[in-house]
């Protein structure tokens, strides 16, 4: 496991993530502003939105740290009839680019609301093929253990969940800035910010159900597989790996559910902003410590075919 | 005019696992330590078992040499980003390594290990079935340097007419994947590409 592995963590997880904010971000405000004024929603939503930029950036960035020749990267586009490592990288750049057309128009309320709204949806549509060009990398009939449905669905889930609790942590942090720069509490926002965080950790906790299923059974077909490869990458993966595998499904069940649970009703009981916050970015932390030791083993546990 | 996909050729009963195939390749192209562009596996399986008063042997070994295989369905060209890796007129995977940007994508891509990275230079190397010696009309090291002859090369159709086409050999993967360009002189004891019954002896080599 060299520096070229964790390039691959990191970008993959960021790629995912930033994705998976604009996605969220975009249901958030469509749901948000039948109830609320949409100044008060776009408090809050727009600088989440405009954190996605440097984390994506951090990403690609990374990304270089596995080529052997980074000064080629350009290069990388050049076979997009048949690559999929082409469509990656593809998708993944017209994605930042549209994301921050959208961003900037979104930011400084640039055309109308309409146009906006198209500019996202052609963003989120174009993050979408990122994902899922993403997972089709991976999907080669030589390496079993990413062979399988189970890569795109993970990705998916990575990206919607680590999404998901960073918007909680972008909330919380846009919401504390406000109210810094009003000198004073707004109900209306703080009603606000605690409607969309019991949103979150709702949709958080089916994610984390939906990767608690997705995980064993991708196990189970693996040792049930017809090569040597994919046996031997099921048993890296529950025996040389084991306790980094059961930590990994323990802290995405900690953080998404339990740490979700207490901010559902610390939400409710109308908690101080400081524990609702210590919550929040006590599950987004848990859960994107158990996402990196999910795609470390992801690369480390897989056996391929062949000489 | 598309010329025929050029092949090799190893007689698996003829091979004595001498390996100076292995070491002609990393004569001739210079080679550092930890590049191999041609490797000789061991497959190596059976047992003792007890029949009556006696104890039966059924252990058997076999070396299969193995380089790019120069498939006619290079999954390595179609995987790589940059396009760096290109079929020959005559079917030999080249690569353009001004163009390759070092992902290794090739290498996962690739059943029989062909592509090498090489941390010098941060590009990734491969055999190119000595493509200088073929076009000045001579035999490729590997196939040159054999004592046992086992190797031979040529044109797939030519090869297949001559010695049939046998290309599911144990360990090597289903050639199905990716089209191989070549054929094997079975070994005795030689097993299909499926077989679990043995198990690669020199992994410390290869």
Not at chain 1, 92 to 105: E, Q, W, Y
Not at chain 1, 133 to 143: C, D, E, G, R, T
Not at chain 2, 119 to 147: I, N
Not at chain 2, 166 to 176: C, G, I, Q
Request: proline share 4%; net charge negative; hydrophobic share 50%.
């Amino acid at each position: 496991m060299g520096l070229h592995d964790w390039s691959l963590i990191i970008f993959t997880i960021l790629g995912q993530m930033s994705v998976g904010v604009f996605l969220i971000l975009g249901v958030i405000h469509t749901v948000a502003i039948r109830r609320h004024a949409v100044e008060e929603v776009e408090r809050l939503t727009d600088r989440a939105l405009l954190a996605i930029g440097p984390v994506l950036v951090l990403g690609f960035i990374a990304s270089l740290g596995h080529l052997g020749s980074p000064v080629n990267a350009y290069l990388s586009i050049l076979n997009v009839a048949d690559s999929w490592l082409s469509r990656e990288i593809l998708f993944g750049a017209l994605f930042a680019v549209s994301g921050a057309v959208f961003a900037l128009m979104q930011w400084r309320k640039v055309g109308p609301f309409a146009l906006r709204r198209v500019v996202a949806l052609v963003a989120a549509a174009l993050g979408i093929a990122f994902i899922v060009s993403m997972a089709l990398v991976y999907m080669l009939p030589l390496q079993p253990s990413w062979n399988l449905w189970a890569t795109p669905v993970t990705f998916l889930v990575t990206s919607l969940l680590t999404g998901t609790l960073a918007i909680g942590v972008a909330f919380v942090a846009s919401y504390a800035y406000e109210r810094k720069r009003d000198g004073e509490d707004s109900a209306a926002l703080a009603a606000l910010l605690y409607d969309s965080l019991r949103g979150l950790v709702i949709a958080a906790v089916v994610l984390v159900g939906a990767q608690l299923v997705t995980i064993p059974l991708q196990v189970a077909i693996l040792s049930g597989g017809e090569t040597a490869a994919a046996v031997d990458s099921a048993a890296r993966l529950t025996s040389d790996y084991g306790i980094m595998f059961a930590l990994r499904l323990a802290l995405a069940f900690i953080g998404a559910a339990i740490f979700g649970l207490f901010v559902y009703r610390s939400t409710l009981g109308q908690a101080s902003q400081r524990v609702v916050g210590g919550l929040v970015g006590g599950a987004f932390g848990l859960v994107l410590v158990g996402e990196v030791l999910g795609r470390y083993l992801f690369y480390a546990a897989n056996v391929p075919i062949g000489v | 005019m598309t010329e025929q996909q050029m092949a090799f050729y190893v007689d698996l009963a003829a091979c004595s696992g001498c390996k100076a195939c292995q070491i002609a390749c990393k004569d001739k192209n210079d080679l550092d330590v930890g590049i191999m562009w041609r490797r000789v596996v061991e497959y190596v399986g059976g047992d003792w078992t007890r029949s009556g008063d006696a104890w039966v042997s059924t252990v058997y070994a076999y070396s299969v040499t193995v380089s790019c295989l120069h498939c006619e369905d290079a999954p390595c060209a179609t995987a790589c980003p940059s396009s760096a890796l290109v079929k020959r007129d005559d079917g030999v995977v080249l690569i353009d390594e001004s163009r390759c940007i070092g992902c290794r994508y090739c290498e996962w891509s690739c059943p029989y290990g062909a592509l090498q990275f090489d941390g010098d230079t941060g590009k990734m190397t491969k055999c190119d079935f000595c493509a200088d010696y073929l076009d000045e009309g001579k035999d490729p090291a590997c196939v040159a340097s054999c004592p046992m002859r086992a190797m031979d090369y040529g044109p797939l159709d030519e090869l297949r007419e001559r010695y049939g086409d046998l290309a599911e050999v144990a360990p090597l993967p289903d050639p199905s994947i990716s089209r191989p360009a070549v054929v094997f002189g079975p070994h005795p004891d030689s097993r299909a590409g499926a077989s679990t019954s043995g198990r690669i002896g020199n992994l410390e080599e290869v």
